[in-house]
């Protein structure tokens, strides 16, 4: 943007596969609050952009309460949720960019995982991991005394093929998680398959963790940033446990929600959490709150040989976004942050990583997301 040669500005519409239409409903949604017809055998999905939705066995000593709107795992072999008994596991086949370079497909998918529970004991809160290949997605959480730490893993192998994120370096941990009470989880992984970036540095919005509405991301603990291959695989979804792991989580979960591309509105993960908390009382029984309104961009001033915003015209009611690549590499595209609906006039995007608003070394398009 410092220069409007430079800039390669791109709108465009998202295709139905991938980081597409499937966004606007969560591709599932479990809510013990609603849990079906038979909450002791069967916890029931109510998302609703799917053919059938994807219902899970309950197995093991986990239970339904219904005082508590939660479902129990007690954390021994065996207590976990199998899914798979109606719908289908390659709803959640999610990709990333260096799994469809080597795919030679369109897989790629932004993931937000959000989970509204207490925590008690280690283990996955919900995957899609096959034990035969390694290949997996999955989120974990742990407590330590009333404090608690995460990761997420996109993986080919459990071992150097990985892209691993972690929350909550000792001490203290994340602050008041294992203290007994609910709280909301959310999870994010923008489908790019890597966090560090060329040059070393690391891009935030490529992962995060935010816990109880907070728009600060939970401090973090180290990354493996070694991903270098395709991480779809045939395994039904689960949760409490992954298979194969010795780990079982213990707590009780209110509800999950799996998004698969961009949330409704365009929000952020964080954004999207704020609301879902919303206050500590976040909607029950099936109810998807709408997303917050995004935040209205300021404009930075230019210098005088220097623009430092991009200017498009946008149509009433589309979800855009500014992301970035950074050259060489100009497939593989990173979020900014920045984020507008459109009201039908000429809008001024920016960078708001950068004090200026734009840097030379990075190209920007626009894309439009509905």
Known sequence: MTKLLKIGLAILGLLAIGSGARAQQPALYLDAATPGDNPTTTWRDLSTNKVEGYDFTVLGTVTHNPGSLSYTFPGNPGDIMQGGISGDEADFDFDTDIGDAETGETNRTPITIVAYMTLAGNGSIINKAENSSGRLWHVEAGPEGPNGYSQMQLAVNNTSNRMLPRWGPYPPRIPGVADGNFHLW?????????????????????TGLYIDGSLTEAAQDGVVDGLAGSILNDAELRIGNAEGGSDHYAGEIGFIEVWAGDLPGGVTAAQYGQTRWNGGNPDRGGVVPPPPPLPVAPIFQADRWEVTYQAFDSVLDDVYRLEYSLPPDTGTWFETGWGAIGDGTTILSFDPTEPSGSSTGKNYRVRKLN
């Open 186 to 206: 959310v999870w994010h992984t923008d489908g790019s398959g890597t966090r560090n970036m060329p040059g070393g540095t690391t891009a935030d919005a490529v």
